[in-house]
């Protein structure tokens, strides 16, 4: 391991015992900073409060997860509207027959999230097509339709493997 030979303390204590470092009875915030001593990555403040940078650099490190890319809501739930599982979901208005409204819990920061949508059925007849009626900060109105080749395309309710499936990526 290789340790700065500039490294201020302030504060009464700091400890290496091999494993860790043990820092006590400081009066100052404690840092990480990158090796070009341009970004903070991680801060312990006294008080106890923890910040961790979860900003991605201006060009991504591939295969890394940033805040940003990861999935901030996602719902399972029937032709009712009936919430069987989510994340970050506060309720579904039930539209109509395939007409939903997935209202989140906590909004996103713009209306330029990614979406994805599936809807199940037990049907081989009547292929389903998802669409976006509507996108929002705090809400997405989606529908489902029956997308026969003999007939015309009619909003409907899944049938069978009773779920719609949503998933949302993007800033909140």
């Known amino acids: ?57 201006a060009t991504p490190v591939a295969k890394t997860l940033y805040e940003d890319s990861i999935i901030k809501g996602w719902v399972r739930f029937n032709a009712a509207g009936t919430i069987a599982d989510d994340v970050n979901v506060s309720s579904i208005t039930d539209n109509g027959v395939g007409n939903w409204t997935v209202n989140w819990a906590t909004a996103f920061a713009s209306a330029n999230y990614a979406v994805t949508m599936l809807v199940g059925s037990d049907s081989q007849v009547n292929n389903r097509v998802m669409a976006i009626v509507s996108i929002g900060v705090s809400s997405i109105q989606i529908v489902s339709a029956n997308n026969d080749a003999t007939a015309s395309v009619v909003a409907s309710d899944p049938t069978g493997v009773d779920g719609v499936f949503v998933m949302a990526i993007g800033n909140n």
Do not use: C, H, K, Y
């Open 1 to 57: 391991m290789l340790m700065s030979t500039n490294v201020t303390v302030t504060g009464p204590g700091i400890e290496w015992n091999g494993a860790t470092f043990d820092f006590f009875g400081g009066t100052t915030n404690t840092r990480w900073i990158n090796q070009a001593n341009t970004t903070v990555l991680m801060s312990l403040a006294d008080s106890g409060g923890l910040t961790v940078n979860t900003l991605a650099p």
